[in-house]
């Protein structure tokens, strides 16, 4: 157990509803990340954080995605009207600051999205 | 563009035999890897990481891997595989951000 939490586990939802995601890493973790995981393909990065502060996302986060870290602690993914595309696995990934943590990523069971 | 290959989608092998599975990495100046083993509709976990010093690397689970430069490998092994490392084994690179680069992950099957 990595001590990273996802929520939900599942969410399946129709074309063009809007979903939200939730992230809890550890206090520990000042950065936080986001993963998709298409079936068959390994992770994907989307986005980071560290501490509050959102510092790099990916071309694959289109206007539809937005993520937040307030107050640094949880993070949430957000996607607005949703494609069927869209269906994936959405990995989180905390990171420690401390020295022989600081190169370590830590994920979450992730979240499995179907659109249908 | 930075990128991380492993050619093989699948390997069987069987319970008691040893097993490797190949990854290579684009060369950079800075080089952080790791290997990462997911479950069936599980996380990530880590199994082993090379950041520097000794090429040699131990990780979790009786798994060892060995960063080469020269080859731009870090290839994953053990010398004798149970049922239960059936799963999904992923390598990854590291960059400036440490945002992960993840290759298209190796099947291992073991077979009894």
């Known amino acids: 157990d990595t001590g990273v939490s996802q929520d939900p586990r599942h969410k399946i939802t129709k074309r063009g509803q809007n979903v939200t995601f939730r992230c809890d890493p550890i206090s520990e973790h000042n950065r936080l990340y986001w993963y998709r995981q298409t079936l068959g393909q390994g992770p994907e990065f989307l986005t980071y954080f560290q501490n509050e502060a959102q510092l790099e996302k990916s071309r694959l986060l289109s206007d539809r995605f937005s993520a937040e870290r307030p107050k640094g602690s949880f993070s949430t993914l957000e996607i607005q009207r949703t494609e069927q595309g869209d269906s994936a696995m959405y990995l989180c990934a905390g990171r420690g600051a401390e020295s022989g943590q600081y190169y370590e990523q830590y994920f979450g069971p992730g979240t499995r999205l179907t659109v249908t | 563009a930075q990128s991380v290959t492993q050619l093989d989608s699948q390997v069987p092998v069987f319970e008691e035999a040893p097993v490797e599975l190949r990854c290579n990495y684009s060369?950079?100046?800075?080089?952080?890897l790791f290997w990462y083993v997911q479950y069936p509709n599980q996380g990530l976990q880590l199994l082993l990481k090379?950041?520097?010093?000794?090429?040699l690397v131990k990780g979790i689970n009786g798994f060892e891997a060995e960063f080469n430069k020269s080859q731009t490998s870090f290839h994953l092994r053990k010398p004798s595989v149970h049922i239960s490392d059936t799963a999904e084994y992923f390598c990854?690179?590291?960059?400036?951000?440490?945002?992960?680069?993840f290759g298209t992950g190796t099947l291992l099957a073991v077979q009894p």
């Open positions: 990854a690179k590291g960059g400036a951000t440490n945002k992960l680069i």
């Open positions: 090379y950041l520097s010093g000794s090429t």
């Open positions: 060369s950079s100046v800075s080089v952080y």
